[in-house]
T-cell receptor, first 116, second 113 residues
Framework: DVKVTQSSRYLVKRTGEKVFLECVQD?????MFWYRQDPGLGLRLIYF???????EKGDIPEGYSVSREKKERFSLILESASTNQTSMYLC???????????????FGPGTRLTVL | DQQVKQNSPSLSVQEGRISILNCDYT??????FLWYKKYPAEGPTFLIS?????DKNEDGRFTVFLNKSAKHLSLHIVPSQPGDSAVYFC????????????FGKGTLLTVNP
């Protein structure tokens, strides 16, 4: 079974703090993703990584950065947290092998971040 | 601009009846569509998909219908079970990509015993 784990289920931070959200997958997947889920807005892609040290901006990258130093780990960084970054953050991974046109994305359980 | 729309935030049905969840899209470049299911406190899980070259795909109790001319797809669950109660997200992938999902806002389905 694919397992995607996220370092925290719940996190409370103060405005201006630097925040690290960690994601680890155990299936040797090449692709990793960070989404945020907000009520009434669905899931929106923040960043995507297709290889170690490689990244692409998603639809809402402003205020975020990412790091992928190892294949299994993908970190989302909030350099200076703001209240509008209060959200549910979901990490996902997928393989580049498998049926085209879609390689299933496997999601972690999410991190509920509150910025006060 | 929202390219994938789920206009019903919630739907309530009785156990054993049919649940129909709807999704509309605006981007004609989308050529692959998926439904994801999400329980509270869990990540979304893939449910069923359909290619734009088909108009129907069936997997057990779940059937997805695609009407390309109307840019509309629907997910049918028959018969509905209380365990189907979850948020359902419609998602789409543009031609040439195999990873860039665009999600709708989701529909909360409640199946009453």
């Amino acid at each position: 079974d694919v397992k995607v784990t996220q370092s925290s289920r719940y996190l409370v931070k103060r405005t201006g703090e630097k925040v690290f959200l960690e994601c680890v997958q155990d299936m040797d997947h090449e692709n990793m993703f960070w989404y945020r889920q907000d009520p009434g807005l669905g899931l929106r892609l923040i960043y995507f990584s297709y290889d170690v040290k490689m990244k692409e901006k998603g639809d809402i990258p402003e205020g975020y950065s990412v790091s992928r130093e190892k294949k299994e780990r993908f970190s989302l960084i909030l350099e200076s947290a703001s209240t509008n970054q209060t959200s549910m953050y979901l990490c996902a991974s997928s393989s580049i092998e498998g049926p085209f046109p879609y390689n299933e994305q496997f999601f972690g359980p999410g991190t509920r971040l509150t910025v006060l | 601009d929202q390219q994938v729309k789920q206009n019903s935030p919630s739907l309530s049905v009785q156990e054993g009846r049919i649940s129909i969840l709807n999704c509309d899209y605006t981007n004609s470049m989308f050529d692959y569509f998926l439904w994801y299911k999400k329980y509270p406190a869990e990540g979304p899980t893939f449910l069923i998909s359909i290619s734009s070259i088909k108009d129907k795909n069936e997997d057990g109790r779940f059937t997805v219908f695609l009407n390309k001319s109307a840019k509309h797809l629907s997910l049918h669950i028959v018969p509905s079970q209380p365990g189907d109660s979850a948020v359902y997200f419609c998602a789409a992938i543009p031609a040439g990509s195999n990873y860039k999902l665009t999600f709708g806002k989701g529909t909360l389905l409640t199946v009453n015993p």
